[in-house]
């Protein structure tokens, strides 16, 4: 399936369509799709930048536009990221926050005739976004959760991403990856020589990243490759085919 309308939000992250292409778009599927990235504004260590989440979320929602006939939005660009809060330059909102911002969007999407949201999350934080999809599935509503874990799973390995997704929990090999193919002009140098690995993390919630890292890194950047971007981003877009059905179908 071929995505339709004008696309020059690959090389930005803010959609330029006009209303005229949304409405074109709209009139050639029976249930209009609209896609939100929600990323963070947190600490990647010292060579990612702070907008990585945001960042990611992005390359991924313009990849399933690329493919799909989808409403493409704007990105959240900060969210939940308390447990980054001893590092300078994380900024967060409350859950309840999120969830509002969330659900208001999808509220005004229906009264523009757009029936389904896909939430495509950047940041592992985020909790409360599954608690957005189940509460609006529950009411009758059309909203997804994208990436799930077995899509970021299949993803690592269709890209021969070696690090676990334990391992790579942030600024690791995959968010590194995924930089080098669509923004290498960001990084900083030294993921080369950051990795570092804190597999156990129980108490996260409590003591927040600064427990387990002085860096704030947790994964193996030093593998990281445009070339496993490239294919990251390829796989999700992939895996994106069976949401789309199931929100359309009917």
Not at 6 to 16: D, E, F, M, V
Not at 97 to 115: K, N
Not at 216 to 235: H, Q, W
Request: aromatic letters at 6%; one cysteine or more; proline letters at 4%.
């Amino acid at each position: 399936m071929s995505g339709s309308g004008i696309r020059s939000a690959a090389y930005g992250l803010l959609p330029t369509d006009t209303t005229e292409d949304v409405r074109t778009r709209g009139a050639g599927v029976s249930t209009q799709v609209a896609v939100l990235p929600v990323g963070s504004f947190e600490q990647h260590g010292a060579y990612l930048p702070l907008a990585t989440d945001t960042l990611v979320a992005c390359a991924v929602a313009r990849e399933i536009a690329a493919a799909y006939p989808v409403h493409l939005l704007p990105p959240v660009t900060i969210s939940c990221s308390h447990e980054h809060a001893a590092w300078p330059g994380t900024v967060s909102i409350s859950s309840v926050t999120l969830h509002a911002v969330v659900r208001d969007i999808a509220d005004s999407l229906r009264r523009s005739g757009v029936e389904a949201l896909v939430v495509v999350n950047g940041h592992g934080g985020n909790y409360v976004l599954g608690n957005v999809v189940q509460e609006a599935s529950a009411r009758g509503e059309r909203m997804a959760l994208f990436p799930a874990a077995e899509d970021w799973e299949a993803a690592r390995l269709d890209a021969g991403v070696v690090t676990s997704l334990l391992t790579d929990m942030h600024a690791g090999e995959i968010e590194t990856s995924i930089l080098l193919h669509e923004h290498p002009e960001c990084l900083r140098p030294g993921y080369e020589t950051s990795d570092f690995v804190a597999d156990d993390r129980r108490h996260l919630l409590t003591l927040g990243m600064s427990g387990y890292t002085d860096s704030g890194v947790i994964g193996r950047p030093s593998l990281g490759s445009a070339e496993k971007g490239k294919a990251l981003l390829e796989s999700l877009g992939a895996s994106f085919g069976a949401y789309f059905s199931m929100l359309t179908e009917g």
